[in-house]
């Protein structure tokens, strides 16, 4: 796996000069033609030379912090009896929400579903509240989402949207058990977003440049194609190890507004609701419930494994000319239509949603440090 992504990262890693990781979704995404870069083994440095992002606090726009919620042991699926219910718990997905969000919630009805007979709650409307309510109504149930907040509200519409499950759990603390479940849902979850890449949607792929720690030959892997290691005459990075793949990235809003569209087509209700409690859950007259609260679990369920880790991001003006993506020590650009995308952070413990402004300042100049190295005119 690459190294931006495998590095272990504390709450302020990116002002330490360690990798960062995005936030789980983005916002609009442009697009263009391809990159101009030589293939592997080519030896042309104009070949190599991509749009420099132009990065300075004067082209800053606005500041978002958003609150991922972080299991060390990893995102829960699970059933349980809930009085004479059945309560079906999908959340805990640290980084990785928009990454694992078709196949978390596939897991999550293949538990709930079978057996079943009439209408279905979900509580929570971030992405896996939405994609839980969407399965539930490709399985051919009525649905009623509750939620105390709507798009664009949610964490998910500020997340950076990079299909690339990161940051969502402790090596250390999962079993294996579970990783086949995440690799599960990681599988399905890239199906799913590759049938709906386009402008409705908001999915695009992207070639995106990581590092990595490895040596010799980099192996294939399915869910980064054409993933390869270049010369330095091949990218204009000041960098060592510079690896290039492609992936897909997702336009969070209108990615969120569109899945709304198409629940509210298919007859799904939307019932804003706050729950202070379990009994508040209980009363509910569908007998079976998702859980999708994310965060929100830990004082609702008592999760006391979650803990919120905060991701900031500094949005530039839109430059249509970059049409690709970085994840590099300095941390990481996504280009939207509406801003190009500079994050971040991974600050555990935080609770607060709001951009700090030294932070902020840090992020700026580690991406404008990094554009100061730019190898190509």
Avoid at 62 to 81: C, D, I, K, Q, W
Avoid at 85 to 103: Q, T
Avoid at 114 to 143: D, K, N
């Amino acid at each position: 796996m690459v190294a931006a992504m495998d590095l272990q990262l504390d709450r302020r890693a990116l002002v330490s000069g360690g990798a960062a990781l995005a936030l789980s979704g983005c916002t609009t995404m442009p697009s263009g033609s391809p990159p101009r870069l030589a293939s592997v083994g080519s030896s042309s440095a104009t070949a190599s030379c991509l749009a420099r992002v132009n990065v300075d606090p004067s082209r800053v726009i606005r500041t978002v912090a958003g609150l991922r919620p972080y299991r060390p042991s990893g995102f829960v699926v699970r059933a349980e009896a809930f009085g004479d219910a059945l309560l079906v718990h999908n959340y805990g997905h640290g980084g990785g929400g928009i990454s694992l969000s078709w196949g978390s919630s596939r897991l999550a009805t293949a538990l709930g579903l079978p057996g079943h007979s009439g209408p279905v709650a979900v509580i929570g409307s971030g992405i896996m509240g939405l994609t839980t309510a969407r399965l539930v109504q490709e399985a051919g149930y009525p649905v009623t989402i509750y939620t105390d907040t709507l798009p664009p509200g949610t964490t998910s519409n500020i997340a950076g949207g990079q299909i690339y499950p990161a940051g969502h759990f402790d090596d250390a603390m999962v079993t294996p058990q579970w990783r086949d479940q995440a690799a599960a849902a990681a599988d399905y979850s890239r199906r799913r977003f590759q049938i709906m890449v386009g402008e409705d949607y908001g999915v695009r792929w992207l070639p995106t440049y990581d590092q990595t720690r490895r040596t010799g030959a980099i192996p294939p892997d399915l869910m980064f194609p054409g993933r390869a290691r270049l010369a330095a005459d091949q990218h204009p990075f000041p960098l060592d190890n510079v690896v290039r793949y492609e992936t897909m990235y997702v336009e969070t809003g209108r990615f969120m507004e569109r899945l709304l569209r198409d629940i509210r087509i298919a007859g799904g209700r939307i019932e804003v609701r706050r729950f202070q409690s379990p009994y508040d859950v209980a009363a509910l007259p569908e007998r079976l419930v998702f859980n999708c609260t994310g965060l929100g679990a830990a004082a609702l369920f008592g999760d006391t494994e979650l803990v919120p880790v905060r991701g900031q991001l500094a949005v530039l003006i839109p430059q249509p000319e970059v049409d690709y993506a970085y994840a590099l020590s300095a941390g990481y650009m996504f280009p939207r239509s509406d801003g190009i995308l500079l994050g971040g952070t991974f600050e555990r413990g935080e609770y607060t949603a709001e951009p700090q402004p030294q932070d902020i300042a840090d992020i700026v100049e580690s991406h404008r440090r990094l554009m100061a190295g730019w190898r190509c005119a």
